[in-house]
């Protein structure tokens, strides 16, 4: 019962290392102002699949071929990247009055509903993207 046990817990700790190493490739590549929101992989799928959510800014989105094959050097072992890229639009330039006003409305009143006019306007619009090649 021992080694059954014994390469269940190495197979385990072989894919926490592995699934930690990708999140680190991914966040490394789209950078600081990015954030991997979801990180998902397939170990019995040959070759392994990657399922990734990544929420970025538009300038640093990246193409999922090349992120597939430098990961796949890094692990040393074939996958498939399967990647969704949510896509930040950046902020437009505000006056100081727009920004002080943004600043007031981060933490809405409870009193005004969360599809206020006013409210979505302060915040960049998420768009997805999905870049395959």
């Given at each position: 019962m021992a080694i059954p046990l014994g390469i269940s817990l190495k197979q385990i700790a072989g894919e926490a290392v592995t699934l930690n190493q990708t999140r680190s490739f991914l966040s490394e590549r789209f950078g600081a102002d990015a954030r991997v929101a979801q990180l998902d992989m397939d170990f019995d799928a040959d070759p392994v699949v990657v399922r990734a959510v990544v929420i970025t800014p538009r300038d640093r989105m990246q193409r999922t071929a090349a992120l597939q094959s430098d990961l796949t050097a890094k692990l040393g072992r074939p996958l498939r990247l399967r990647l969704d890229q949510v896509l930040l639009e950046a902020?437009?330039?505000?006056?100081?009055?727009?920004?002080?006003?943004?600043?007031?409305?981060?933490?809405?009143?409870?009193?005004?509903?969360?599809?206020?006019?006013?409210?979505?306007?302060?915040w960049p619009s998420p768009q997805a993207s999905h870049l395959t090649a």
């Open positions: 902020a437009p330039a505000r006056s100081k009055h727009s920004a002080k006003r943004c600043a007031r409305q981060a933490t809405p009143p409870r009193s005004r509903p969360s599809g206020s006019p006013d409210y979505p306007r302060c």
